[in-house]
């Protein structure tokens, strides 16, 4: 069309174009069960954009059609935050719904011989209102996914400081953790290369296994905190090749995300202190770690050594379970020189060091779990601590 309606046919839409708002409105309610779900002051909003919609139409429609449309103000009538209760594919179903009142109505409105010409302005109109919603959802999907990535970081950094205070919440809840359980945190070393698309594979991953996610990257660490877990091992394993070589660290699952502090702690801990111990495993639980952590003089995981390992021996038996452990791991002289010792059979050392594992969950057999005892041991000799836990 390279000329607008008649004069007849504008003055006629333009008196119209309230009434087609209202339209509008009603035919919005009676097609759409979630409109009618929203909150009066989210359906007063679009309401508006409706009409505006409408009333920006009409004055295109109403002077030069060659012109493009000017359509900036449509959505600019409500908040930006509507775009969070209403997603794009609802905001298209409005717009056809009021484009179709609109086409509907138009050729009752339209002068003799002129509703074709009516109909073709209302269809390239909606095309640019389509386009102009979709900058504004793309404006607003690209806002709020740096204001998230910022907010995201913010939690993280509290949950390392164990800063579980009003404004962790109030930040949380804006990520949508304000109810989420079982939280456990991973940590793994950052890959080479630039780190924006780790976080987004990262949490692409969650989003496939159905978990939560909060990922920050601190220099040559990267810390995940999940959320809903099940399994923290498989958590670990899912992230696994997304993260850099090195160790990778999964802390203790605590009840929400105002707890995670402990396995942040532990799992940051570990995996500085992995170091320690080359032949760990990918990923590795920190309790597993609780002798090279306590060499970094992190003071929980040498009081877990007391609780876990020396407490059981002490008040098993008399301390007998104790003296064994002692003797057979600092003489190194196997079942029959520790038997020799300690001036018991064999057989009673071999019995001994069965009620061990039992009761602390460490075989002095193996290497691994014999160094830990052995350092649990060393610092029960050297007393309390008086160092605090380095951060």
Known sequence: MTTASSADTRARVTRAAGDLGALAVKQMEADHEWFRALS?????????????????????????????????????????????????????????????????????????????????AVLRYSREVAFAAAEVYAEAAESRGAWDARLESLVVDAVIRGEADESMQSRAAGLGWGDVTDVAVV????????????????????????????????????????????????????????????????????????????SARAAISGHTAARAWPAAPRPVHADDLLAERALLADLPARHALAQRIVRPLEEASGGALLATAAAYLDDGLGVEGTARTLIVHANTVRYRLASIEKATGYDLTDP????????????????????????
């Open 187 to 262: 940590v793994g070393s950052t890959p080479r290369g630039a780190s924006g698309p780790v976080v987004d594979e990262l949490h692409r991953t969650a989003r496939r296994t159905g978990l939560e996610l909060l990922v920050a990257i601190h220099g040559p660490r990267v810390v995940c905190i999940g959320g809903r877990v099940a399994d923290p091992m498989a958590l670990a394993t899912s992230l696994d090749p997304q993260l850099g070589d090195g160790p990778l660290v999964v802390g203790p699952t605590v009840p929400h995300l105002f707890a995670a502090g402990r």
């Open 40 to 120: 009066a002051e989210n359906r007063s909003w679009v309401g508006l954009v409706a009409q505006a919609g409408i009333t920006s139409f009409v004055d295109w429609f109403g002077g030069d059609q060659r012109t493009p449309a000017v359509i900036a103000d449509v959505f600019g009538t409500a908040p930006r935050e509507l775009t969070r209760s209403i997603s794009l594919a609802q905001t298209l179903d409005l717009m056809r719904t009021v484009i179709g009142v609109v086409e509907r109505e138009i050729a009752g409105l339209a002068a003799p011989g002129e509703a074709d010409l009516a109909r073709e």
């Open 368 to 391: 691994h779990d014999a160094q830990t005892v052995r350092t649990a041991l060393a610092f029960h000799r050297l007393g309390p601590a008086t160092r605090t836990t380095p951060r």
